[in-house]
């Protein structure tokens, strides 16, 4: 997906390289097999078109073999194994990272296919990216969230998140003092945006709004 640069004129950006797309195709047989659909940092951004992001992040709710998988992937060529444990594998098929995980956690919304690739909603992912500020606070993470609630509004959002979590035992206290704690992501680059916004601004409307995501997060069923 392209889209055009901000500023007007000048080269159009993409979301992912048409490059990534090729590869993506190139294993279409095993996604499908194993029933995976892309979520994560660039499943939003084919959606939100806020941000550039390369790697893919693939999720499935059926148990797969990570050992199977990894062969089926090399025989594609230019093939490396980064980590495999159970459940999961993460390498790169020409030089693009891939990850594949099975992530017992049912989505809310229909699977979109975008490129002929199966691909989250972008409001499950917002869920699982607010569930994610209170793991590692990176900064793509907080422009991802922010970008969401900026079509959720904080209310809609925060309960999109409660629903897709219900009965996982996450605490919502740790979700909310994540949402301030910017320590580990001010140590980051900056993400290549496509929609700018100054990370000062990200952080205002962090702290701004910590009120009514407290209300939100908080707040009993």
């Not at 979520?39 to 992040?57: F, I, K, M, N």
């Not at 059926?62 to 495999?84: C, D, M, W």
């Not at 098929?93 to 699977?111: A, D, E, M, N, Q």
């Amino acid at each position: 997906m392209e889209i055009p640069a901000e500023n007007g004129g000048g080269k159009v950006k993409p979301v992912i390289s048409e490059e990534t797309v090729k590869v993506l195709h190139m294993i279409d047989d095993d996604i499908k097999t194993h029933e995976f659909y892309l979520a994560g940092g660039t499943g939003l951004a084919l959606q939100l078109e806020h941000r550039v992001s390369e790697d893919l992040d693939f999720f499935t709710l059926r148990k797969f073999n990570p050992q199977s998988l990894s062969f089926s992937l090399s025989r594609t060529g230019e093939y490396q194994e980064i980590e495999i444990s159970p459940d999961t594998l993460h390498c790169l098929l020409k030089g693009v990272r891939f990850s594949f995980l099975f992530y017992p956690v049912p989505l809310l919304f229909s699977v979109k296919e975008i490129k002929g690739i199966p691909v989250a909603d972008w409001r499950d992912i917002m869920a699982e990216k607010i569930k994610t500020l209170s793991q590692r606070g990176s900064k793509k993470d907080f422009y991802d969230v922010y970008f969401c609630f900026q079509r959720t509004g904080i209310e809609e959002g925060i309960k999109i998140f409660k629903k897709r979590f219900s009965g996982t035992g996450i605490n919502y206290y740790h979700v909310l003092k994540s949402m301030v704690y910017f320590e580990d992501a001010e140590r980051e680059p900056q993400p290549v945006l496509l929609k700018h916004v100054e990370w000062e601004e990200i952080k205002k409307f962090f702290i701004k709004n910590l009120k009514e995501f407290e209300k939100h997060l908080l707040e009993e069923e």
